[in-house]
């Protein structure tokens, strides 16, 4: 299926990230991926085992609005998105906010390069997310989403 970004994932052996009618498997971690997750999984007290890692060539590379709520995902961790390269717009929309009786305005903010993000739980249930089309961003943006993905038996 065609997307408009690149995307890659690593993680611990067996693993692998379903999401949009898309299955991901996990490439081994390189060293460089793991002291970085480490770092991550130190300072926020989660131990992720995956990352997603999506490059968005330019400004017209971009992902929609959507919640991470993938049923092997484990909630509990919240997900850490670390930027790398070009700034771009990450625009967050409360589930509410079509409600005419409680209008909750959109959240953006400006994610640069080395900027750490975490959606602690319950972020994922109440607030969509998306990084839209920005004809004006021409360099390259890295995102690296740590997650903690639990393996789901099929019995």
């Given at each position: 299926?065609?997307?408009?970004?690149?995307?890659?994932?690593?993680?611990?052996?067996?693993?692998?990230?379903?999401?949009?009618?898309?299955?991901?498997?996990?490439?081994?971690?390189?060293?460089?991926?793991?002291?970085?997750r480490d770092s991550i999984s130190d300072q926020l007290g989660y131990d992720y085992n995956f990352v997603l890692v999506n490059r968005y060539r330019n400004g017209s590379d971009h992902i929609g609005e959507h919640r991470d709520d993938e049923a092997e995902l484990d909630v509990e961790a919240g997900i850490a998105s670390v930027s790398l390269g070009q700034v771009r717009d990450f625009v967050m929309r409360h589930t509410d906010h079509r409600n005419r009786?409680?209008?909750?305005?959109?959240?953006?903010?400006?994610?640069?390069?080395?900027?750490?993000?975490?959606?602690?739980?319950?972020?994922?249930?109440?607030?969509?997310?998306?990084?839209?089309?920005?004809?004006?961003?021409?360099?390259?943006?890295?995102n690296l989403t740590f997650r903690k993905v639990r393996v789901i038996s099929v019995e």
């Open positions: 299926r065609d997307i408009p970004r690149q995307q890659v994932a690593f993680g611990d052996p067996g693993l692998s990230y379903k999401f949009s009618g898309l299955s991901l498997p996990a490439l081994s971690w390189p060293q460089f991926l793991s002291d970085l009786l409680r209008k909750v305005e959109p959240v953006k903010l400006a994610l640069g390069h080395g900027s750490l993000l975490h959606m602690q739980p319950p972020t994922n249930k109440y607030w969509f997310h998306s990084l839209p089309v920005r004809k004006s961003a021409q360099g390259v943006r890295i």
